[in-house]
């Protein structure tokens, strides 16, 4: 009894002494669990099936940043119009910005989470918030920062040895461009069916079937998030496949993985 008694407060206190971390986005808190453990307690504001570009925080999220520690930003829309509402809503609330040191291609792509490379960056960021803010647990967070990098290098390790065969510059298609990093990181090039955030017209969408046939694309790539009309319909046209994976989804490294076996044909 006195040793259950004693197992329960002990886990009070480390729950209890746990630092309290909002975060933007799905993948942001695997990158975020990986480094602080269980030192970490973080909740997800942009939920599965909403799109970070419009969304607007509930109520109970308002309240979950007011008994937050630290926010990890990445860049995503939303945060450029609630950043300062949040730092209002808690003034001891710590914004770490995640993205800091990774080179921006495209102001309207945010998604620099979908190169392993920036995501090194990106642990970097949060080893380094962390260990600031909680100077005596450095050492575990740069143990765990450690582990996380080698992880990340032999996930960059497999999408090469997967994309090998895969010519420099080839083609994919996407309805939403949000795998530019990805494309960079592996030479490749994104084909958005979208067009400055509009479903194409009948007319655009002519010009992208011929587009996709003449680049010999296999499979358009779709988000959960965003209607996939328009890739049905060029996928019918040409006889390919519609494959849905989001950014966002927390399952981060096997959707990467997923994506280049369907580029280099081998899923």
Same mark, same amino acid.
């Given at each position: ?10 886990? *009070? ?54 008994? =937050? ?5 990445? *860049? ?46 990106? =642990? ?144």
């Amino acid at each position: 009894m006195k040793k259950l008694l004693y197992a329960i407060i002990l886990f *009070g206190s480390l729950s209890f002494g746990q630092i309290k971390t909002v975060v933007s986005i799905a993948p942001l808190k695997l990158f975020v669990d990986k480094i602080g453990g269980d030192r970490v307690e973080s909740s997800i504001m942009v939920q599965a099936g909403a799109s970070p570009h419009s969304y607007e925080p509930k109520a109970s999220q308002m309240k979950a940043i007011s008994n =937050a520690d630290i926010y990890f930003a990445i *860049g995503v829309e939303f945060e450029k119009v609630w950043l300062d509402k949040f730092k209002n809503q808690n003034r001891n609330l710590i914004i770490s910005d995640t993205s800091k040191g990774i080179e921006k291609i495209d102001s309207k792509d945010p998604h620099i989470w979908t190169s392993p490379i920036n995501v090194k960056q990106i =642990a970097k960021n949060i080893y380094h918030t962390l260990s600031t803010f909680d100077k005596n647990s450095s050492s575990f967070y740069k143990k765990n920062l450690d582990n996380y990098l080698k992880e990340l290098d032999k996930l960059d390790s497999n999408i090469r040895e997967t994309l090998k065969d895969t010519p420099k510059g080839s083609n994919f298609m996407v309805f939403h461009p949000a795998w530019g990093y990805f494309a960079k990181e592996y030479n490749l090039t994104e084909l958005p069916v979208e067009i400055e955030g509009k479903e194409p017209k009948m007319r655009e969408l002519i010009k992208l079937i011929k587009e996709a046939k003449k680049n010999r694309i296999q499979a358009i790539f779709t988000q959960p998030e965003f209607s996939d009309k328009s890739a049905k319909i060029i996928a019918k046209s040409l006889h390919i496949k519609v494959i849905k994976t989001s950014p966002l989804a927390q399952n981060w490294s096997e959707n990467l993985q997923k994506l280049a076996k369907a580029i280099s044909h081998k899923e």
